[in-house]
């Protein structure tokens, strides 16, 4: 079956550090990729997306660049803020386009502080 | 836009009760609802995909007879968990379908005694 694995959190950087959250997934045929954000409270957000391979997902300064290859989407962001403390979740559908129902990692809790 | 509600935020029941939380779509219609259980420090899971005017598709474990889903509406799809067990206490949150994305909504918090 479909699987997503994520580094394990907390995960603590200082203001402006460079961010980057590991994800690999495990999938049969051509899964489209996700990040989402949960920030504390709230509920969860589509932070990017990318639906084929080498396709490169933005918003907010993050980026995730889908790689068939290594089976990865890893997060990155340059200069992180404090404001990007969250719960970063990677996921993936068993399909393209968000049709189908979500197979999410267990979720990376990030700290940053000032 | 697209803002998905959920009804309570949390509940605490008695062990051999039921419970029925509410999922909303406030501003769109979804004919597709989903509904995940996450248990503490662990991923989302998906337990059934909610098809309005048709019965729900549970995920391979997820007993149907236990975890009612009703998707009665284009805005609301509701989940029961009937004879409630403190096993069954965790987070459910639903996601509704817009198009080629999902919104989720803030979740409920279910603790059975």
């Known amino acids: 079956g479909n699987s997503v694995t994520q580094m394990e959190g907390p995960v603590t950087l200082s203001e402006e550090a460079f961010l980057t959250i590991n994800c690999t997934y495990t999938a049969t045929g051509y899964p489209s990729l996700f990040w989402y954000v949960q920030y504390p409270g709230e509920g969860l957000q589509l932070l990017l997306k990318a639906t084929k391979a080498d396709d490169k997902g933005s918003n907010k300064g993050f980026e995730a660049t889908y790689r068939k290859e290594t089976t990865s989407f890893h997060l990155e962001k340059g200069s992180v803020q404090v404001s990007d403390s969250a719960v970063y979740f990677c996921?993936?559908?068993?399909?393209?386009?968000?049709?189908?129902?979500?197979?999410f990692g267990k979720g990376t809790h990030l700290i940053i502080q000032p | 836009g697209a803002v998905v509600s959920q009804h309570p935020s949390r509940v605490i029941c008695k062990s051999g009760t039921s419970v029925k939380i509410e999922c909303r779509s406030l501003?769109?219609?979804?004919?597709?609802m989903f509904w995940y259980r996450q248990f503490p420090k662990q991923s989302l899971m998906l337990m059934a995909t909610?098809?309005?005017?048709?019965?729900?598709?549970?995920e391979q474990g997820v007993e149907k007879d236990k975890f009612l889903i009703n998707h009665a509406s284009l805005t609301l799809s509701t989940l029961t968990v009937t004879s409630a067990h403190p096993e069954d206490s965790s987070f459910y949150i639903c996601s509704a379908r817009l198009v080629r994305e999902q919104f989720f909504g803030p979740g409920t918090r279910l603790t059975v005694l």
């Open positions: 909610s098809n309005e005017g048709s019965k729900a598709t549970y």
């Open positions: 996921a993936l559908t068993r399909e393209g386009g968000g049709a189908d129902g979500l197979t």
């Open positions: 501003d769109f219609q979804a004919t597709t």
